[in-house]
Structures are given as C-alpha cells and as structure tokens.
C-alpha cells in the first residue's frame, strides 16, 4: 500500500524537484503540494496524507512555519508524520521540532536529499509514528561525551542514519522503547538549550525571528543593489561614504533589430524571448564575476570592478562578453526547433575612470557607476553589429591576452575626435592542433 504524502515548500523548482524524486519510488504517492503555510494546513485536513514533507520556512513570514505547522499537523491530525526540510544544520532548530515530546516527526537537512533514499527513509519512519532526525545533526550532538550512555548509544545510532527498527534489532528491544527513549532523549535535549523544552523553542523563535528580519531585509536589498554594496550597508555605512572613484570596465550588449521583432509577434512571445535572453545573459555576466548594473529594455549593462576592485577587470569584461555571444548562440540553437527568430547582440567594452555608488532622490536610490567611461561603452555598443565584441585602446591594452583586431577610429556620437576601436576576438585553437 501507498504512502500518501503532501509536499509544501514556495519554491517550485524545489517542490518539483522532490515530487519527481518521490515519483521514482515503488510505494510512495505525492496526493498534494502547497506553496505556503496556510495553504500546507489546508491540503493536510483535505487529504488526510500518511505523511506531509515541508519546508521550514514558507510564506507568510518565512520564519519557522514548517516546524509550527509540523506540530499542528500532528495536533490536528495524530495519524500523520511530518518531514521538515532544511537548510539549517544547527542542531537548535531540530530540537525546536523534535524538543516537545512528539512522535511522528523529522528533521532532513536539505543537502542530503540527493543522497542516496534519506528521504524516502525519514518518510517510511515517520509513517510508522517514528522521528528522525538527520545524521549530521545526530553525530554533533553524539560529539558531547557528558551525555549518560543511553543517550550515547541512541545518538551514536542515529549518526548513522538507523531508523527505530534497526536501532530496535541492534539494542535488542522494540520500535515502541526505542520511541520512547527518543522522545524522552530530545524533551532533556531541549531542555538543555534553555529552561525546559517549552521556553527553549520559544526563545528559539524569537532569535530567529530576529536574524529572519535581518536576513530578508538583506535579501530584499540585494536584489536592487550588488551584494558587495548591500553587505557594506547593513554594516552602518552611508550611501555618501560608499561613493568611490575608481577603475573599472563597462559592458554594454543590445539586441539588434529587436524593436522590428517586437512589432511582428505577440506580446507574450516577445516576454517569453527576452526573459529567456536576459536571464542567459546574467548567468554569464555573474559566472565572470561581474555585476549587473541595470536592464534597459533588451539591452544589459554590468560592472567588472566595482563595487568590489579586480586587478582583471578589463580581461573578464572582454572574456565576458564573448561568453554572451557563444551563449546567444546556444539559445538560438535552442529556439531554432521552436520556429523563433534568431536573435543577434552586440557588445560595446569600455575602461576608465568611473564614480560608483547610488544615486538618486526622493527617496528612491540606485546603485551604478557614472563617467565618460560608462557613456564610451554605450556608444561603443550601438556601433557593434550582431554577433560583434567591439573594445576600445584602453580595454584592448588592459587586456593583452584577449585577441583583438584593430578596426581603425571611429566616429562616436558626443564626441569630438574619433575613437580608436578594437574586435575582440575568439582564442584561437592550441597550436598543435593548427594544420
């Protein structure tokens, strides 16, 4: 017979990601999913399962809800385990799961769900009203020699991933004592990170609520600013002391030709082209180590030497940008079977002297860099035809062990005298594998 299990995690490649894991065992039916607390509760009382497997943090808050659903669940609900996923391998935040007194309960960290049937292991003990709780949290905990030997011998057991029934044979006793030894084993546990089970997993609340909202706060920052600039401001800093002149590389890269496709398709296709472009083309600018300064429409400028200085700069910039050529190339070759059109991009590179911080008012600011350096880069792309890397002296120089051909100046918009300009160029083949 089946067991029937609920998934609740917010990520949907994660939650899919496990139901397809689940899908490739004999006797294990995923009957529902949910995306977030509320939603878990409800998909519990409506199916009944045999087993709900949560995330520890979902919306709303992205706190503790897997644990505080776990117990609810087995209030509302005796018959059913619950498997909480996470992250977190401090041992504190399973004895918030495991430190109250019930049965049916697990605590997997999320890095050995592709290891092996861990997962499939934790769901057959918690069906059967065994806990579990995961072997490296079981082993930190088994490293405290002042235990009695009786919690030695069950925590050294459970550091090897042994479910009651093994534990049962080893010891010579029944699934239901060792139950017992368990339950009895985490109340002392948790005890022992505070004043009783009861406060401990209070007090564990409240701290990590207080590092949630620091952490989302962070969070929510990095995705408006780089990470490097987010860091400095939660440390104290100002946006007025975070401005710095320094030298960096510019790259610009635009779609050619995309206004006229944009005019000929649906609006949904033209999304569904660009999401699927910009998104390839981030990849490749963090993969270098850049940073994404802004998107412009189909176009894309990103940073390579701030916030954070490299002596490089110049090299990965131009690295970088015949990355994004060969990538575009890639997705042309994947849409080609979709009847798409093919897109082409060209890319302008710049170094010099930049100012870096934020800009902005009324209190809305931005993270970018400004100067004659960034308006060159720009003006360099819009020369660039598709599939084309254009550099100027500066970068070429910066970068000698990047080929490059010089295509003589260039007239630019804005400015007076022409720009000497360089094709960066593919590295050629080994020189033993020429002729």
Same mark, same amino acid.
């Given at each position: ?14 939650? *899919? ?10 006797? =294990? ?37 897997? $644990?505080?659903?776990?117990? @609810? ?21 399973? %004895?918030?799961? %495991? ?53 030695? @011998?069950?925590?050294? %057991? ?12 080893? +010891?010579?006793?029944?699934? *239901?004592? =060792? ?24 007090? +564990? ?27 400095? +401001? ?15 590389? =510019? ?51 990103? =940073?390579?030497?701030?916030?954070? &200085? ?27 079977? *979709? ?5 082409? $991009? ?12 934020? $800009? ?19 003006? %360099?792309?819009?020369?660039? @035809? ?16 990047? &080929? ?22 593919? &590295? ?8």
């Amino acid at each position: 017979m089946s067991i029937r299990v609920v998934l609740g995690d917010d990520n949907v490649l994660v939650r *899919e990601g496990v139901r397809a894991l689940l899908s490739a065992t004999d006797d =294990i039916d995923v009957v529902g999913v949910a995306e977030d607390a509320p939603s878990l509760l409800a998909a519990a009382g409506e199916h009944l399962p045999d087993v709900v497997v949560t995330d520890i943090k979902m919306p709303p808050n992205f706190q503790l809800e897997g $644990i505080e659903c776990a117990h @609810e669940i087995r209030r509302r609900h005796p018959g059913t385990g619950v498997v909480v996923l996470s992250a977190h391998d401090d041992e504190a935040y399973a %004895l918030a799961l %495991l430190g109250g007194g019930d049965s049916g309960l697990a605590y997997l960290l999320k890095d050995r769900l592709g290891q092996g049937d861990d997962l499939e292991r934790a769901i057959h003990e918690v069906a059967k009203g065994g806990s579990l709780i995961d072997p490296t949290i079981a082993a930190r905990l088994s490293g405290d020699r002042q235990r009695s030997g009786e919690d030695q @011998e069950i925590l050294d %057991l459970m550091a090897k991933g042994l479910g009651y029934a093994e534990m049962a044979e080893q +010891l010579g006793t029944t699934p *239901e004592a =060792i139950d017992r030894r368990v339950t009895e084993l985490f109340q002392r546990l948790a005890a022992e990170a505070g004043r009783g089970a009861s406060t401990a997993v209070d007090e +564990l609340k409240r701290l990590h609520a207080a590092v949630v909202v620091s952490e989302t706060s962070a969070r929510t920052l990095r995705s408006f600013v780089p990470s490097q600039f987010a860091d400095r +401001l939660a440390s104290g800093a100002t946006t007025t002391d975070l401005q710095e002149e320094l030298e960096a590389t =510019i790259l610009f890269s635009d779609i050619r030709g995309f206004s006229t496709l944009a005019e000929q398709l649906p609006a949904r296709e033209v999304a569904t082209m660009l999401a699927r472009h910009l998104s390839a083309m981030a990849e490749v600018v963090l993969d270098h180590g850049g940073t994404i300064d802004k998107f412009a429409g189909d176009g894309v400028m990103a =940073i390579f030497g701030a916030p954070e &200085p490299m002596p490089d700069h110049a090299e990965r910039a131009m690295r970088c940008a015949l990355a994004m050529q060969a990538r575009q190339q890639e997705l042309n070759w994947e849409t080609w079977t *979709e009847q798409l059109p093919q897109l082409g $991009i060209g890319i302008g590179v710049n170094t010099g002297t930049v100012i870096a911080g934020t $800009i902005g008012g009324a209190g809305r600011l931005e993270y970018t860099v400004l100067g004659d350096a960034v308006n060159l880069a720009q003006r %360099l792309q819009s020369l660039a @035809e598709a599939g084309e890397v254009l550099a100027t002296a500066a970068t070429a120089s910066a970068a000698p062990r990047i &080929p490059t051909e010089a295509v003589g100046p260039r007239e630019v918009k804005g400015r007076k005298e022409p720009v000497e300009t360089f094709r960066v160029l593919p &590295p050629g083949p080994p020189a033993d594998q020429i002729g």
